[in-house]
């Protein structure tokens, strides 16, 4: 398989452990990638709450890279997952907006036709490779290592964007590539879809550190061992505020280390801790590392 | 096809007689109709199983709103819910009532949650003139768009799931802000700018909507608050409220993109808090320095798409054609 690579700004900027650990874990598989170097910000859904038109244009101009390349887009951020479909749930039904937009990428020599897909890394590996094709290149099995899964509200709403109905394996897509590294999915845990505050850091702190408490300190008296997540932006939040949240709300230790999609998958391979950056979260990885290294592995 | 089905419930139920109120699970198993709705089958609960279960219910048609409650966690009108769609494998459904708000007995919850939020948003029309005679009037046309909100039906779903009044009770939520929506865009309403101005300063206003979309899910009625709380938000920047950190956010975030075509996170930060608001610029120097020990940035210089001139371009154009 070969992808259209848009890794997006956090793990450009904030979460330079989600490029290096996706970048490795593709390796692996054999994933071929062209990276959209030229490629804009998808907005993230801010930048349209003041020019939603503006947002849109940026999107299907990179649509439109990738369509000249005829290859789908990969990206590693719910967000920019949630973005991109969105925008291009738009304009696929509306020719006459996808006509105007296509007016202001003429000078660039760019027009998109709507032909493009995109697909978070997680969406990949199971529509496209497949869970037990990922499964043979792994090296370990997590047992006993009980997961979280926290999606990032763009991963899972609005399903028409998403095409939930059309693809049902994304509703569950964290659970089951938890199972698949031979994991267990954190039971009774109810925050999997919730909001982890993020977009009020800034605004109202106050709420965004409960949100950030509630989430970790709840999967973790529930016995994880891990948070899982496909968005850097939950990441930034549930890992670089924990001890500030955790502190505040709870009057406890950030304890529960939160980890990346690539990261998880590259345990189950055998990769180092330095290979996959987790030396790089806030909240410490070490007894997550030791626990995997710790388990039997196969060749 | 069968005549009937099995369904399999595991309902929460609250009994506030009991000294502070006990909670606990019960499960029960009925047979109805395939066709039959969740609600359906708590109704044979109740009339054939179990009595003492309490629960609200009235039209059975989705327009009265009273059977709101949690699915699977979700918050539904159980009357518009089938039986298949949400355990089509037989699953044992959860049900418990909805959140954010006070439980009065097992699925019944208060009301008054949800309307003392649509008070604060003085929920009727203030017009500035009295007509000589007969009833305000407006244009079709300008009725029409106010419809998605009008379609309202005040069940609490939304209320029920959003993620901010989960952890702060005094945010307005989300369906006291569609509601205040479908006021400020009502032509014949004389207090638009008064209505934008205390719900962009007001505490709990609208910009401490996360956007997580959760009411836009659940809606049973296609109301979408967070998108109204989104209009809400242009109207009141373009009404010229430019105070908040969220408007400074938003700014920061468009102007990032214009110029570097990718987001500068360090500078996001310090226009999102003030750049002259000395506590808040302390309170993220210690997160820049942790992350800073952990081999990460922040990134003191922004990172730059390869074309961003290309971008800056792009806006140009797109601006100079809305002016």
């Not at chain 2, 029920?160 to 509601?179: H, M, Q, R, W, Y």
Request: aromatic share 6%.
């Amino acid at each position: 398989m070969k992808y259209a690579f848009y890794p997006g700004c956090v793990a450009r900027g904030g979460a330079p452990e989600l490029y290096d650990s996706a970048l490795a874990v593709m390796e692996r598989l054999g994933i071929e990638h062209v990276e959209l170097t030229k490629a804009a910000c998808t907005g993230a859904g801010v930048l349209q709450e003041k020019n939603l038109k503006m947002g849109d244009i940026l999107n299907v101009r990179t649509f439109a890279m990738a369509e000249q390349m005829d290859l789908p887009i990969m990206v590693l951020c719910s967000t920019c997952q949630g973005v991109m479909s969105q925008a291009n749930h738009r304009v696929k039904r509306d020719p006459e907006y996808l006509a105007e937009i296509n007016k202001h990428l003429a000078t660039e020599g760019l027009e998109y036709k709507g032909t493009t897909s995109v697909k978070h890394l997680l969406w990949a590996l199971i529509e496209d490779i497949g869970l037990d094709k990922l499964k043979e290149t792994f090296t370990r099995e997590l047992t006993g290592m009980n997961m979280a899964p926290f999606y990032g509200c763009y991963m899972v709403r609005p399903t028409d964007a998403l095409e939930f109905k059309e693809i049902p394996s994304r509703e569950t897509s964290l659970e089951d590539l938890i199972e698949a590294v031979g994991g267990t999915v954190t039971e009774k845990f109810t925050g999997k879809t919730a909001c982890c505050g993020f977009p009020i850091l800034f605004i109202n702190q106050a709420n965004s550190m409960k949100m950030v408490a509630n989430h970790t300190g709840s999967a973790q008296d529930l016995g994880a061992d891990a948070m899982v997540t496909p968005c850097p932006l939950c990441h930034l939040n549930l890992d670089g505020y924990q001890p500030k949240a955790r502190k505040q709300v709870r009057g406890d230790k950030a304890e529960l280390p939160v980890i990346h999609v690539p990261q998880l998958i590259g345990l189950a391979m055998g990769m180092s801790e330095k290979a996959l950056g987790l030396q790089k979260h806030i909240v410490s990885t070490k007894e997550l590392v030791r626990k995997a290294e710790a388990l039997p592995t196969q060749v | 096809m069968p005549d009937t089905m099995n369904v399999k419930l595991k309902i929460k139920r609250f009994d506030p007689t009991q000294s502070g109120g006990k909670t606990w699970w019960q499960e029960y198993e009925v047979d109805i109709h395939p066709d039959s709705t969740v609600l359906d089958s708590l109704i044979e609960v109740r009339e054939h199983e179990d009595g003492t279960l309490a629960m609200r219910c009235a039209c059975r048609a989705s327009i009265c709103g009273s059977c709101g409650m949690k699915v699977n966690g979700n918050a539904k009108l159980v009357c518009k819910t089938r039986v298949v769609d949400v355990a089509p494998n037989g699953e044992q459904l959860t049900i418990e009532p909805m959140g954010n708000q006070h439980v009065v007995k097992d699925l019944v919850i208060s009301l008054d949650t949800f309307f003392a939020q649509i008070n604060r948003v003085e929920p009727y029309l203030q017009p500035s003139f009295v007509p000589e005679q007969g009833e305000y009037t407006a244009t079709n046309e300008s009725m029409e768009n106010l419809l998605i909100s009008m379609n309202c039906i005040m069940c609490g779903c939304c209320v029920s799931d959003c993620t901010v009044l989960e952890v702060d009770s005094n945010f307005i939520g989300p369906a006291a802000l569609a509601k205040a929506w479908r006021f400020t865009e009502d032509p014949r309403d004389s207090k638009r700018d008064e209505r934008l101005k205390a719900l962009n300063d007001e505490d709990g206003g609208m910009w401490d909507c996360t956007r997580c979309m959760k009411c836009v899910d659940v809606c049973p009625k296609g109301v979408a608050p967070m998108d109204r709380i989104m209009e809400l938000r242009e109207a009141a920047i373009e009404a010229g409220n430019t105070n908040t950190h969220g408007y400074h956010h938003t700014e920061s975030f468009y102007n990032s993109v214009k110029k570097n075509g990718r987001l500068d996170e360090t500078r996001l930060a310090i226009d999102s808090a003030g750049m002259f608001n000395i506590p808040r610029m302390l309170d993220l120097v210690p997160i820049g320095l942790a992350a800073m020990r952990k081999g990460k940035l922040p990134p003191l210089m922004p990172h730059k798409a390869e074309d961003h001139k290309k971008v800056k371009e792009l806006y140009e154009r797109v601006e100079g054609e809305s002016k």
